[in-house]
């Protein structure tokens, strides 16, 4: 052997190397080095053997039922061992420009939900008689189309009984209010839409958030429904009383609303989520301490009121969709009284005009919807009671020492923003009442009810708990709490002596 060495002296370097090539298993080679590289030895005389590092002998060692997999895991590192979550799957957090997308998103839908009460206003949703998702985006581009788009609208109700007198040009400026309505909504639709599909394909939200994109993007697709099901009400005399205003369903019009408050509540409270589990998760001590204190016995009377307060304004709002729809905010123009008393004579709240059956057993609740007087009564009810609710909940976080000492600065200052919102609402309304409803006045007034829910939701948001998955996260990343070790100026026991 030394003979060969002698004579072919690069055989001396390659053998160590051809030996470890021909008799490691490739595991195992990857392994040693991933471990480190095996050091050589200077070569200083011939050797008939090449020296391995212990490891990778042990790492070449198994036993025949044991599979090779495992023993070489047994020698790799802990992170190697453990290798981290597939790159293809969902993150624990979605990334912060999902939440501003969704904020302005929900910033978008405040506009078009203010925009649909002035259209409503100035009687321009019937004006466009037909439904067409794709080629309805274009307005009419030359006179033939104007007066194709002008003959329909004069076969409807409303144009018989209300605009016989309409020109061309008069048809126009309603035409485009409803256009620009359903355009903004088709806009609104696409821009959700599309960065949805992007964001869950490339992984930038969190699996629960996926969800919730998802559902809010059937939401949307199921709102330009509603809105076509409520317009249509308004095309067809066999839908509204025969000799009356011609109307949508006060029914699909509260519908319509009440969805698009939904969708509104949705994207603001998954923006804010996102932005707030960022904000935990930079200082878990910090953040461990806050959810410690929301958790305080103190404030379980106050988490249980925010979210039926939240209720309470939604239910308010619904009613105000059934007074706008019946026009009920076109009689008893004053406040707090109704004609002679703080309420109409009974006989004229519960008219059996508007009962639909022989026995009458559906009196109680069609009065309730149908006629204007009790709906504009229910409508009053309600928002002195959400006004009283928002009072009462300022008191009681103002007056109980207990809950003043606990609840958390941005909790008192929302609290405090809905004591605002609230009053401003109020004017709104009794001031919509008294003026007979004017345009501007009813559009600031709808307004009003979105942003005073926008109020309670941001309130509900402050105190709400994140996700299990988060709550998990912060408890891991915080510290144990060390033992206390004793100050220079702490009392300390004398040492033991012997007694003498």
Known sequence: MANIFSAFPQLRTAAPRLARRLFVCPPCLHASTSLGAVPRRPITAPRSTPTLRPSVVQAVRWKSTQPLRSSVNATLPQAAANPPAV?????????????YWLLGSAASVFGIVVFGGLTRLTESGLSITEWRPVTG??????????????AKYRSSPEFALLNSSMTLPEFKQIYFMEWAH???????????LIPTVYFISRRKVSLSMATKLTGICGMIGFQGVLGWWMVKSGLHDDLFAEGSHPRVSQYRLTAHLGAAFAVYVAMLLSGLGILKEH???ADPVKAKAALQNLQHPALRMFRITVPALAL???????????????????????????????????????DPFYSHVPDQSDLW?????????LVQLDHRIL????????????AYTRFSKSVRKTLPRDAKKGVMGMVHLVWMQATLGIGTLIYMVPTWLAASHQAGALALLTGVTLLYHRIRMPRRAIMQQI???????SQKVPSFHSKVPPPFTKGK
């Open 312 to 350: 309470l304004v939604f239910a308010t709002t619904l009613s105000g969709g059934l007074v706008a729809g019946l026009d009920a905010g076109l009689i008893y123009n004053e406040f707090p009284y109704m004609g002679l008393g703080l309420t109409p004579p009974k006989k004229e709240l519960f």
């Open 475 to 481: 408890f891991k990343q915080t510290p144990p709490q």
């Open 87 to 99: 790159t293809g799957g969902f993150p624990k957090t979605s990334e912060k420009k999902v939440a």
């Open 383 to 394: 928002a002195t009671t959400t006004f009283t609710a928002v009072m009462a909940l300022f």
């Open 137 to 150: 985006s274009l307005p009419p581009m030359n006179a033939e189309d104007w007066e194709s788009e002008f």
């Open 182 to 192: 359903r355009l903004w909504g088709r806009v609104i639709g696409m821009t959700f």
């Open 279 to 281: 904000r935990l998760l």
């Open 365 to 373: 609740w069609r009065n309730m919807l149908e006629n204007p007087s």
